[in-house]
C-alpha cells in the first residue's frame, strides 16, 4: 500500500530516504553549529539577568538597612542634642537661681550693713548733739550765773539732758 500510494503520487523512495537522511544530518549540524551555541548564549544572558536581578535586590536590600541605620542615627542624635538642650536650660535655671540667691543675701548684707552703718551714725550724731547741748546748757547756765559752772551743775544737766533723751 505504501508502495502504490508513493508510485501514485510520483515520489521515488530513494530521493525520500535521501532527503530523510540529509535532513537528519543538516539537523544534527545546525544543532551543533547554530542552536546549541544559541541556546548557551541564551543560557548565559539568563544567567547574566539573574545575578543583575540579585545584585539589585542586594543592592536595595543594603540601601534599605543604610536607610534604617541612618534614620535610627538621626533619631539618636535629635534625641542627645535635645537632651542637651535640655541639661544646658537646667544649669542657666540652676545658675540664675544661684545667682539670684547669691544677690538677695549680698543685698541683705548690704542692708544689714547699711542699717548697722546708719545705726552707728545715727548714735555718733546723737552723742555729738548731747555733747553739744550740754555744752551749750552749761555755757547758758554759767551765763546766767554770770560764773562758770561747776562740776555738780554739769552732772545735773547731762543727768537732765540724758533723761530727756531717753524719753524721746
Do not use: C
Amino acid at each position: 500500500m505504501l508502495d502504490s500510494l508513493l508510485k501514485s503520487l510520483a515520489i521515488d523512495p530513494r530521493v525520500l530516504a535521501l532527503n530523510g537522511a540529509t535532513f537528519l544530518i543538516l539537523l544534527f549540524v545546525m544543532n551543533r553549529v547554530f542552536w546549541q551555541p544559541m541556546l548557551k548564549r541564551l543560557e548565559s544572558r539568563r544567567s547574566n539577568i539573574r545575578k543583575a536581578y540579585d545584585k539589585v535586590e542586594e543592592t536595595r536590600t543594603e540601601l534599605e538597612r543604610l536607610r534604617s541605620e541612618y534614620e535610627a542615627r538621626l533619631a539618636q542624635i535629635e534625641a542627645e542634642a535635645h537632651s542637651r538642650i535640655q541639661q544646658t536650660v537646667r544649669d542657666a535655671q540652676a545658675a540664675r537661681e544661684e545667682m539670684l540667691a547669691e544677690a538677695r543675701m549680698t543685698a541683705e548684707k548690704m542692708s544689714k550693713e547699711g542699717l548697722a552703718e546708719i545705726e552707728a551714725e545715727h548714735a555718733s550724731v546723737r552723742a555729738e548733739m548731747l555733747d553739744t547741748l550740754n555744752r551749750v546748757a552749761v555755757q547758758a547756765l554759767a551765763r546766767a550765773q554770770g560764773a562758770p559752772a561747776d562740776d555738780q551743775q554739769r552732772a545735773l544737766v547731762r543727768e537732765y539732758l540724758s533723761a530727756g533723751g531717753e524719753k524721746n
